[in-house]
Structure formats: structure tokens, C-alpha cells
């Protein structure tokens, strides 16, 4: 399997992204290109001793996408853009699939200019898994595009119906609409619309409107919204993590001797919690509706994050989601003819 990483552009520069693929090429024993400036790449890789591992190749790309850029604009003008040129490297089959922690703009506007929608996907939308209480919650969109109409909500619930049931091995998916609450009367023009439509889709198991706690509850395997809603949603439940694992280590630390031992006796399953709720686990998002395995990060991103997003790429090609998804929109497509 060989993975292309878009190494620029992102908030802590290229040697978290290069060490993260370093480690993933020990873990999933896969190729990887880095994409990016030659020189910095190959400093970096000096530094830990792996400019002489042939699992690892450079493709040098002299532009980069910064994040305050106009991602479509961008795309156009920065023909060598370290994503453009990544996402080349995909299209032409070099590599199977790609990982990005810079802009995610930039990131769906490569995606839907150098490889296109599948058939009969209007939009792309980013698939982020959740953990809740009996184990992962799909949201999506969470980025993509910031609104949506009710037909690409509609496709939204099938890629992630196909997810859930190809990634996360969950038979039979319940599909949920996030709403402010769950009578069918419930919420804007939006989710009003939307409602009957998914109510009448064959292709998925559709159990109504949920609401934002439902997402941790796990109550519900799939939540659709559109890319505004469902951002927000994903940097709350980040936040809401990281002030967690914040606030019970400083009580701990200002209650005494007595909570800093119960503490140690419960170690391992404190650590056990952090792994379950940490972003980091998850590596990436996956974007759906392309025509190719395409993995979003956030650009906030550590090494051990693109390693676990590398793992999520390998995993995405080798169950061929995207062709999974492609064949159940054209089944769609037939029983509606």
C-alpha cells in the first residue's frame, strides 16, 4: 500500500507530519510519499536517520497553501502546491490513498478538481467519528461545505450508512437527523424538508431526529447535518475532551494526598479513558463522495495523528469504501427509476 502525505502547511510544520509517516511506515509496514519542499523533507528525515529507508520516497512540490488562502482560487492558481501535487499522485494511481493536515478547503478543492465526485454524489463530506458511550458516533458533513440542501443531506446518510457498516463493522447502521428536537415538526427549513426524505430512503436505516446529546449517548451510529452545523459539533466535543482530562487532573492535583494515590490505583483505566476520547486516536476524517481515499487532519495535527490517519487511509482502500459507496448510489438511482 503506498500513501501519499501532504507534509506543508499545517500548524506545527513538517517534521510532525514526517515523523508521524516515519512511525506509520514501521506500523503498517506501507510506502510513503511525502509531498512537499525537498530540502525540508530531507532534514528532517536526516535527523531521525531515515533518509536511506527506501520505504520512503519525496515528491517535491515548491508551493504551498497556507491556510489563510482562498482554497478554490488556490487550488487553480498553485498548480505545485504540495496538496495539488499529492493529489496527483493519487489520481495517476501512484499511490492508493492520501493524508493532508493543511487546509481543509484546499484539501475538498483538490479533491474535487483532480479527482471528482463519484457518480451521482453532488457534494463530498467529511465523515468524523465520535466516541460515545457504546463506541463511535459518525458525523457528517463536519467541514466540507458549510450548507447543504436536502438531497445532499440524503446522500450524506448513505456514505455514512456505508461507512459505519464497512469501517466500524456496525450491522445495520441507525441513521439519525440532527435536530433541536425529535418530534418531526422539529427545527429549520432545512431539517424540516430533509426529514421525509430520509423517512422514505430504502438504502438506510433512518430513526428519526436526534439531538446533540445523542451524539455521545450512543443512541444513534450516524448523524447527518450540514458542514456548519457539524464542525461546530466537532470542535465542541474536542474541546469538551481536552477540558475533561484538564479539569480532573488539576482536582486531583489540589485535593491531597489521598485523591493523588486513589489516582495512581486508577492509572491504567485513566489512560484507558484519554485513549478512548482523544482526537488524536482517530488520526482523520475521511472524505466521502470522492473518487478516491482521501483522509482529512486537523492542521493542529501531531505525529501521532498522521500515523493513526495513515492507518485510517490503508483501512479506507484495502475495504474499497469508495467503490461500496458508488455501487449503492447507483442501486439508488435504479430503484428510483
Do not use: W
Amino acid at each position: 500500500m503506498k500513501i501519499a502525505v501532504d507534509v506543508m502547511g499545517t500548524d506545527y510544520g513538517p517534521e510532525e507530519i514526517i515523523l508521524g509517516a516515519i512511525q506509520a511506515v514501521k506500523q503498517y509496514n506501507c510506502d510513503v510519499y511525502l509531498v512537499g519542499d525537498r530540502t525540508k523533507i530531507e532534514t528532517v528525515l536526516k535527523k531521525y536517520k531515515e533518509d536511506k529507508n527506501e520505504r520512503i520516497k519525496i515528491e517535491h512540490a515548491s508551493e504551498v497553501i497556507e491556510m489563510s488562502d482562498h482554497p478554490g482560487l488556490s487550488v487553480k492558481a498553485k498548480s505545485d502546491a504540495s496538496i495539488v501535487v499529492a493529489t496527483r499522485l493519487l489520481h495517476t494511481r501512484v499511490c492508493d490513498a492520501l493524508v493532508s493536515a493543511g487546509s481543509t478547503g484546499a484539501a475538498v478543492a483538490a479533491a474535487l478538481f483532480g479527482l471528482g465526485r463519484i457518480k451521482g454524489i453532488e457534494r463530498p463530506a467529511i465523515a468524523t467519528p465520535i466516541p460515545s458511550i457504546t463506541g463511535t458516533t459518525v458525523v457528517l458533513d463536519s467541514g466540507a461545505k458549510v450548507d447543504a440542501k436536502p438531497q445532499h443531506l440524503v446522500q450524506n446518510a448513505i456514505m455514512g450508512s456505508i461507512y459505519a457498516e464497512s469501517i466500524l463493522k456496525i450491522k445495520n447502521p441507525r441513521v439519525g437527523l440532527l435536530n433541536i428536537g425529535e418530534e418531526d415538526t422539529k427545527g429549520n427549513e432545512q431539517a424540516l424538508a430533509t426529514y421525509p426524505l430520509l423517512k422514505n430512503e430504502e438504502h438506510i436505516n433512518f430513526i428519526g431526529n436526534v439531538e446533540g446529546r445523542d451524539i455521545n449517548k450512543g443512541t444513534v451510529d450516524v448523524v447527518v447535518c450540514d458542514g456548519f452545523v457539524g464542525n461546530v459539533v466537532l470542535k465542541v466535543a474536542e474541546g469538551l475532551a481536552t477540558a475533561i482530562m484538564t479539569i480532573m487532573k488539576r482536582t486531583i492535583m489540589e485535593s491531597g494526598i489521598m485523591a493523588k494515590f486513589g489516582a495512581m490505583l486508577i492509572k491504567p483505566a485513566l489512560r484507558k479513558m484519554k485513549k478512548t476520547i482523544d482526537p488524536a486516536e482517530y488520526g482523520g476524517a475521511l472524505l466521502l463522495g470522492v473518487k478516491a481515499p482521501f483522509i482529512i487532519c486537523h492542521g493542529s495535527s501531531k505525529a501521532k495523528a498522521i500515523k493513526n490517519a495513515v492507518g485510517v487511509a490503508i483501512d479506507f482502500a484495502e475495504k474499497d469504501v469508495v467503490r461500496h459507496i458508488g455501487e449503492s448510489i447507483i442501486n439508488k438511482r435504479k430503484g428510483n427509476e
